[in-house]
Nanobody
Framework: QVQLVESGGGLVQPGGSLTLTCVAR????????LAWYRQTPEKRELVAFI??????NYVDSVKGRFTISRDNTRNTMYLQMSSLKLEDTAVYLC????????????????WGEGTQVTVSS
């Protein structure tokens, strides 16, 4: 079972920036596809995912504002967020998953506990 630990959340004003970090406790980090989700009381939404080969994909609402990356030497994934909006407020969680032949991401059962991002003036 992969253990995932997120950090880096906080309170930021609209237009501000934050960088989230997800550290994975596993010997097979480079073999995994990874994703960032965000959870609000209404829904859990896939924000971005990065394949084991480094290909990045984003939900339309964050394209051009968020950047997902990974450092396999540090077992770490990042989410750089800029031009933050009120609607980006959520608990952000990292995940390990599967990418099918159509390029769609499917989460597996390994989730972190999340880090809270609050965008407020």
């Amino acid at each position: 079972q992969v253990q995932l630990v997120e950090s880096g959340g906080g309170l930021v004003q609209p237009g501000g920036s934050l960088t989230l970090t997800c550290v994975a406790r596993t010997a097979y980090f480079s073999d995994y596809n990874l994703a960032w989700y965000r959870q609000t009381p209404e829904k859990r939404e896939l924000v971005a995912f990065i394949t084991k080969n480094g290909s990045a994909n984003y939900v339309d609402s964050v394209k051009g504002r968020f950047t997902i990356s990974r450092d396999n030497t540090r077992n770490t994934m990042y989410l750089q967020m800029s031009s933050l909006k009120l609607e980006d407020t959520a608990v952000y969680l990292c995940n390990v998953g599967i990418v099918d032949t159509s390029g769609r991401y499917f989460p597996l059962s390994a989730w972190g506990e999340g880090t809270q991002v609050t965008v407020s003036s």
